[in-house]
Every structure is written in C-alpha cells, then in structure tokens.
C-alpha cells in the first residue's frame, strides 16, 4: 500500500502543484486577476510538500513541520514590516533565502558525489547559483533607492534561486523541483528583461553597463503603467478629466481620445474636455480638432474655470500635454511660463499622463506633476495608447 | 543516469519556454508582487533538503545544513505569501483612492 502510494499519489501530487502554481504565476502578471494568484501559489507549495513528504515517507516530517514552520514564522514576521507599496529591491532577499536554502541543499549533495563527477559538477553549479542568489539579495537589502539595475538584481536573485532549485532537482530526480525551479528561473530572467527593458535597457546594458545613458530629462521619481492598470481606475471612475496637448495633435488622437471619453461615459461617468488656448501650434487647436472628432461643445471647459472640475475629478487623463498642467512653472516668476493659465491637478484622484518620453514640452521646462505620488505616465504614441485604451475598456464590460 | 537526464533535459526546456511565455508582459507595478510570488516557488527547494534527512543521501552535517535550509525556505514562503498580501491590499486601497 505504501509502495502504491508513493509510486503512483506522489507524483500526482507534484503534477497538481505544478498546475497550480504556474496559474497562480500567471494570474499575478494581470492586474484584474493578481488577487488570485496567492491563494493559488499558496496552494501549489501545500501540494509540493505533500507530495514530497508521501515520496520520502512521513519519517522525517517532523523536523520538516518544525524548521520549516519556524522559517515561515520568521519570514512572515519579517514581510508585515514591509513599507505598503515595497520596492522590487525590498522585495527580492524573499526569493533570495530561498536560493541560499537551495545553496546549502547543494553544497551538501557536493559532498555527497564525487566533486570530479557529473553529479559533484551539477552540485557545485546548482550550490553556486544558490549561494550567489542569496548573496545579491542580501547586498540589495543594502540599497534603499530603487534604480533599474537594482530592479534587475532583484530579478536575477529569483532566476539564480529557481535554477539552483531546478540543478538540484535534476541531482535528486525529483520532478516538482525541476519544473518550478526551471519555471521560475526563466521567469526570473523574463523578468529582469521586462523591467530593463522598460527603463529603455538591455539586460546585459544595465548589469555591465555602468554609464547611465537613457533620456530621463532630469526626472528620478517616475511612475509608469500599461493601460490595463489605467483602464481599471479610469472605469470606476466618476468624475473623469481629458486634458489634450500638443501631443494629441501630433498623433492625431481626437477621434480615439472622443471614443475614450464615450467609452467612460458609457459607465456613467462625467467627463470634461479641458481646453487651453495656447495649447497646440495655434490658438484655439485644441477646440478645432475636438470640435472635428465631434466632442460636444458643452463637455469643453476653458483652463482658467478648470480648477474646481479638477478637485473633484477622480481620474485625470493628461494626453501629450505638459506645459498647461504645470502649475509650479506659472507660479515662479523667473520661469518663462510665468503667468500662463495653467491647470492645478495637485488635489486630483489618479492622473495618467500618456506622453511619448519625458522630454519636456514646448516651452523646456520640467514638470514636477510628473513626480506627484498620484501620477502614473503611460509612455507611448498619444494614438496608440488611446486605443489600447478604448480595447481595455471594451473587453471589461459585460 | 542518462534516462533520468534526457527527461529532466526536457522538463527543464519546456520549464524555460513556459517561464517565458508566463512572464511575456507584465505592468511595472505588479514587478514587486511577481519577485514575491518567485520567492514562494523557489521555495519548493524545501523538497530538495528533505532528501537529505532521509537515507537516501548521507548528510555530513548530520542534517545541520538541510536544516538550515527548510529554515530559510520556510522563510521565503512564508514571508512571500505574507508579502503578496500586503502588496495586494496596497493595491486596493490605491484604486480605491482613484
């Protein structure tokens, strides 16, 4: 009985785990479904251990329930001191104890083989990984300021701890160790591209690289995210701002910035147009070519009368417009955009400035509402991004 | 060996390929919660030290480095599932403020 219990439940165990925690991995990359993800994984570790305790027999599950719990305890411990919204760096001595926990698994299984064997090569490399793993992640501990080098460290502690998971695994011809291990050791490195990738880097660039090139035009504390995350605050919205700018106009975005506006509408939002004369290339641009895509005239309000619109608006949507929501800039007298009618988004909800780098508008001058911690960019084509947009809005509507 | 290897060859490659296709786009700002959420499956190498608490393969240090290890592994999935908490109801309360 206990012989068919280990051949054949085991490894079914392991399957179900995999299963599991590849969906739980997968509901964590999408903003609607991340809520899923942790029972999921949660679930997937249950079902590994259970697997690997029916496998190895119920011998030794005491000391496992002890250390394990008291790792757990302490971790658990440790995370609830996390700041609410942790950077990638404050998050990464997390995979980074379990690569050095790998490490240690295989610094033993060397001295278990031959060190000239296959094996004792495997065990070296998988104790390598492991230890390196656990290394960089305690030296990130070190960096509070999250830079995207330190973002991709991070990233690269989960590839070194799951592919010294994944080493050990092959040692042990333990399946679940494989796939997990493998698994997360690729996304570990899917991940390091992804987020070098969005500071404008290649992987390689960022880790050997030390010149800094990238055009951050002097801005540090940048925030940016994909529509996704912004259609799921816009359409919960109420009170929705659209403020147009030059980049509009350039991308010939009216007619999918109208479709935005309906869309929200739709969801029963208010939504208001706030206009500039002076933005665009000639006064009163933008009323032309809202007035073109067929905005009616009564959701246009003038900068100058924008402001108690702007206090209760939930989410604002600044469309390649720089300049005319820069208060800080009208208000300094040595600025050469004092005076400007400009709009104050300062007591605004969410703002998402959709922009296609941050160079700075017509007139040179560096917005501080880019830095606000209620402001997120969403970096592209004003077009594009309108109608990744619209796409988003429509498919979440049933 | 070489049987065992030659499978392991090929969960490791279709591993590398579901991992890619898995983490293909991600918005900046689930970054943090995904590092946690690697934390918690890279601890399933809590399973590789267990082997060493057996007979099947002799422990030099008397289970002492296993130990350590399931220590170290219980800590990441602990704390990773307690950090994937915390991250997610940062989330809310933000949307919420939206």
Same mark, same amino acid.
């Given at each position: 009985?206990?012989q068919?219990?280990?051949?054949?439940?085991a490894?079914?165990l392991?399957?179900?785990?995999?299963?599991?925690?590849?969906?739980?991995?997968?509901?964590?990359?999408?903003?609607?479904?991340?809520?899923?993800?942790?029972?999921?994984?949660a679930i997937?570790?249950?079902?590994?251990?259970?697997?690997a305790?029916?496998e190895?027999?119920?011998?030794r599950l005491?000391?496992?329930?002890?250390?394990a719990?008291?790792?757990?305890?302490v971790?658990a411990?440790?995370?609830?001191?996390?700041?609410a919204?942790p950077?990638?760096?404050?998050?990464a001595?997390l995979?980074g104890?379990?690569?050095?926990?790998?490490?240690?698994?295989?610094?033993?299984?060397?001295?278990?083989?031959?060190?000239?064997?296959?094996?004792?090569?495997?065990a070296a490399?998988?104790a390598?990984?492991?230890?390196?793993?656990?290394?960089?992640?305690?030296?990130?501990?070190?960096?509070? @300021?999250?830079t995207?080098?330190?973002?991709?460290?991070a990233?690269?502690?989960?590839?070194c701890?799951?592919?010294?998971?994944?080493?050990?695994?092959?040692?042990?011809?333990?399946?679940?160790l494989?796939i997990?291990?493998?698994?997360?050791?690729?996304?570990?490195l899917?991940l390091?591209?992804?987020?070098?990738a969005a500071?404008?880097?290649?992987?390689?660039?960022l880790?050997?690289? !030390?010149?800094?090139t990238?055009?951050?035009?002097?801005?540090d504390?940048?925030?940016?995210?994909g529509?996704?995350?912004?259609a799921?605050v816009?359409?919960?919205?109420?009170?929705?701002l659209?403020?147009?700018?030059?980049?509009?106009a350039?991308?010939q975005?009216?007619h999918a910035?109208?479709?935005?506006?309906?869309?929200?509408?739709k969801?029963?939002?208010?939504?208001?147009?706030?206009?500039a004369?002076?933005?665009?290339?000639i006064p009163? %641009?933008?009323n032309?070519l809202?007035?073109?895509?067929g905005?009616? %005239?009564?959701?246009?309000?003038?900068?100058?009368?924008?402001?108690?619109?702007?206090?209760e608006?939930?989410?604002?949507?600044v469309?390649?417009?720089?300049?005319?929501?820069?208060?800080a800039?009208?208000?300094?007298?040595?600025?050469?955009?004092f005076?400007?009618?400009?709009l104050d988004?300062?007591g605004?909800?969410?703002v998402?400035v959709?922009?296609?780098s941050?160079?700075p508008g017509?007139?040179?001058?560096k917005n501080?509402l880019?830095?606000?911690?209620?402001t997120t960019?969403i970096f592209?084509?004003?077009?594009?991004?309108?109608?990744?947009l619209?796409?988003e809005?429509?498919s979440?509507?049933? | 060996?070489t049987?065992?290897?030659?499978?392991?060859i090929?969960?490791?490659?279709?591993?590398?390929f579901?991992?890619?296709?898995?983490?293909? @786009?991600?918005?900046?700002?689930?970054y943090?919660m995904?590092?946690?959420?690697l934390?918690?499956?890279? !601890?399933?190498?809590?399973?590789?030290a267990?082997?060493?608490?057996?007979?099947?393969?002799?422990?030099?240090?008397?289970?002492g480095?296993?130990?350590?290890?399931?220590?170290?592994a219980?800590?990441?999935?602990g704390?990773g599932?307690? !950090?994937?908490?915390?991250?997610?109801?940062?989330?809310?309360?933000g949307?919420?403020?939206a």
């Amino acid at each position: 009985m206990a012989q068919v219990l280990r051949s054949t439940v085991a490894p079914l165990l392991y399957l179900v785990s995999a299963v599991v925690f590849f969906l739980g991995l997968k509901a964590l990359t999408r903003v609607r479904s991340a809520r899923r993800g942790r029972p999921l994984i949660a679930i997937g570790l249950l079902f590994a251990a259970a697997g690997a305790i029916l496998e190895l027999g119920t011998g030794r599950l005491a000391v496992f329930g002890a250390c394990a719990g008291l790792g757990g305890v302490v971790g658990a411990i440790f995370a609830s001191r996390l700041p609410a919204a942790p950077s990638v760096g404050r998050v990464a001595w997390l995979p980074g104890l379990a690569g050095m926990g790998s490490g240690l698994v295989a610094i033993e299984l060397a001295f278990a083989y031959d060190l000239w064997s296959l094996q004792g090569a495997v065990a070296a490399a998988a104790a390598f990984l492991g230890v390196t793993s656990g290394y960089v992640a305690l030296g990130l501990l070190r960096k509070p @300021k999250d830079t995207p080098s330190n973002a991709v460290e991070a990233a690269l502690v989960a590839a070194c701890a799951g592919w010294s998971v994944a080493l050990v695994g092959l040692l042990v011809s333990n399946a679940i160790l494989l796939i997990v291990g493998g698994v997360a050791g690729t996304a570990g490195l899917a991940l390091g591209r992804t987020v070098a990738a969005a500071a404008g880097r290649s992987l390689f660039g960022l880790l050997f690289g !030390a010149v800094k090139t990238g055009d951050s035009g002097g801005y540090d504390n940048i925030r940016s995210c994909g529509t996704e995350e912004a259609a799921m605050v816009m359409e919960s919205a109420h009170n929705v701002l659209i403020v147009p700018g030059l980049g509009m106009a350039i991308a010939q975005a009216q007619h999918a910035v109208k479709e935005v506006g309906e869309q929200l509408e739709k969801r029963g939002a208010k939504v208001r147009y706030v206009v500039a004369p002076s933005a665009g290339c000639i006064p009163g %641009h933008m009323n032309i070519l809202l007035d073109e895509a067929g905005v009616p %005239h009564d959701r246009l309000v003038f900068v100058e009368d924008a402001g108690p619109f702007a206090k209760e608006a939930d989410a604002v949507l600044v469309i390649g417009a720089d300049d005319i929501v820069n208060v800080a800039a009208a208000a300094d007298p040595k600025n050469p955009l004092f005076g400007m009618p400009a709009l104050d988004l300062s007591g605004a909800g969410s703002v998402f400035v959709v922009k296609r780098s941050l160079r700075p508008g017509l007139a040179g001058v560096k917005n501080p509402l880019f830095e606000q911690s209620h402001t997120t960019m969403i970096f592209g084509d004003a077009k594009k991004v309108m109608q990744a947009l619209i796409a988003e809005l429509k498919s979440s509507r049933h | 060996m070489t049987g065992v290897l030659l499978v392991a060859i090929y969960v490791l490659a279709l591993g590398w390929f579901l991992g890619l296709d898995i983490l293909g @786009k991600i918005p900046p700002t689930l970054y943090a919660m995904i590092l946690a959420g690697l934390g918690v499956l890279a !601890a399933v190498g809590m399973v590789g030290a267990l082997y060493l608490l057996g007979d099947e393969i002799p422990s030099r240090t008397e289970g002492g480095l296993p130990g350590v290890a399931l220590v170290l592994a219980g800590a990441a999935a602990g704390g990773g599932l307690v !950090a994937l908490g915390r991250l997610l109801g940062a989330f809310r309360r933000g949307r919420g403020k939206a």
